[in-house]
């Protein structure tokens, strides 16, 4: 598809076709998951079995407009599944970065992308395998040196299903922030795919937001690869408010020394909503570091888990790993999981990992009300604690000011 939503002949629309049906035959292959699968067992996967069948909807360049994050001008948006250049700022791309429709870059990087997800696809799960057949594509963004001003990815569910990959690739001893917004403004299902290069001495920051007025009838996967290179560093934050469905997965390689990764995130859930994270990361080679911060809070009948994995090859000795999810019960109806995992099978290496699920402190409670806080307030102040951990550390102030108003607001005041 072109920016506009209208078909074009890729350059390399031969192996793009062949990468399409090899995903559907895979999504064939493996069939909808069902809670026999290991790494699907605390999902409620219902869902699955029904797509919303909305009918997408036109958007004025006003209603996108209402939905941009104050103070970063470079904005790239994405529209079920459709990267629309038309609709994104291309004027105020930061010097040192280059943006493309994916299907029209150069037949070779075309090509060598394509090989790279076929030699893939044998792991990929169904929601992956949805990020290539129900889209059209995606962008690419490149960085070289260091990028001045932030990106904002801005990605619209308006109905029906979409998909899309965005392909981020920086050069040696570039650095760069993102903000990556997903965002549903009727029922949906979205399969966004982020693949990411790192060259070494690179550094990318990212905070992503998951939110919208139809997200809770909406399903949402967002699905994380990166190859981390010698002495890069990659900080990916998200905030979200959960849908019928959502799921994160992250697949992360710790490729050479030097090299580190620090994945945080926090799900606000009410209602009947999901989150679900699933986080594997490798460390291939010694003295590489890895951190994980996942905290849930839940209410409601909400559903939560969190399935992370850390990995330490035999031999990455000098390696260092923290793993840790924190989970939040608001009410006797919400249920969470928890399956943190380490696979060590170097000798010399700092490890380890841990995880809570409990309900607010009484002794706390009391204590708040005792200060003059109503019982309201004083369950507000203490679940807003809780979750502020993980937004203050999303790098762009429009973030966690969206983050605090939408995903912690809703926690009450």
């Not at 994270?277 to 951190?291: K, L, P, W």
Request: glycine share 10%.
């Amino acid at each position: 598809m072109s920016s506009q939503g209208t078909p074009v002949q890729s350059r390399w629309g031969d192996a793009w076709s062949l990468v399409r049906a090899r995903a559907a035959a895979r999504a064939q292959e493996v069939g909808l998951p069902t809670n026999a699968a290991e790494s699907w067992r605390y999902v409620r996967v219902a869902p699955l079995a029904k797509p919303p069948a909305t009918t997408p909807r036109p958007l004025t360049m006003t209603g996108i407009d209402a939905l941009r994050l104050p103070g970063i001008a470079a904005v790239l948006v994405v529209i079920d599944g459709v990267y629309r250049a038309d609709l994104s700022n291309l004027g105020a791309i930061p010097r040192g970065v280059r943006v493309d429709d994916l299907l029209a870059i150069p037949d070779s990087e075309g090509r060598a992308l394509c090989d790279r997800w076929l030699r893939g696809m044998d792991g990929c799960d169904i929601t992956a395998c949805w990020s290539f057949t129900d889209g059209s594509g995606g962008l690419r963004i490149r960085a070289q040196g260091a990028v001045e001003q932030p990106l904002h990815i801005l990605s619209i569910a308006t109905g029906g299903v979409g998909g899309a990959r965005v392909v981020i690739e920086l050069a040696r001893g570039a650095t760069m922030d993102l903000a990556l917004s997903h965002i549903a403004l009727a029922p949906s299902r979205s399969s966004i795919g982020v693949d990411i290069e790192l060259g070494d001495g690179a550094s990318l920051s990212a905070d992503e937001l998951q939110g919208g007025e139809a997200c809770a009838a909406s399903q949402l996967f967002s699905g994380l690869t990166a190859a981390i290179a010698r002495d890069a560093r990659m900080s990916w934050t998200t905030a979200a408010r959960g849908a019928d469905l959502a799921r994160f997965t992250a697949d992360a390689a710790l490729i050479a020394a030097g090299s580190a990764i620090a994945l945080n995130s926090v799900s606000v859930l009410d209602g009947a909503r999901q989150s679900h994270n699933h986080a594997r990361v490798s460390h291939r080679v010694g003295m590489t570091t890895s951190q994980q911060v996942f905290k849930n809070i839940a209410g409601g009948t909400a559903v939560a888990s969190f399935d992370g994995l850390v990995t330490i090859a035999k031999g990455a000795d000098g390696s260092q790993a923290s793993q840790r999810n924190n989970n939040l019960l608001l009410s006797p109806t919400a249920r969470i999981d928890t399956r943190p995992q380490l696979d060590i099978l170097a000798d010399d290496v700092k490890a380890g990992h841990g995880a809570t699920i409990g309900q607010l402190d009484p002794e706390e409670l009391f204590y708040l009300q005792t200060r003059g806080l109503d019982a309201a307030l004083a369950r507000a102040v203490l679940t807003r604690g809780f979750a502020a951990e993980v937004v203050d550390l999303m790098r762009l102030p429009a973030c966690r000011e969206l983050a605090q108003a939408e995903v912690l607001g809703s926690l009450g005041r």
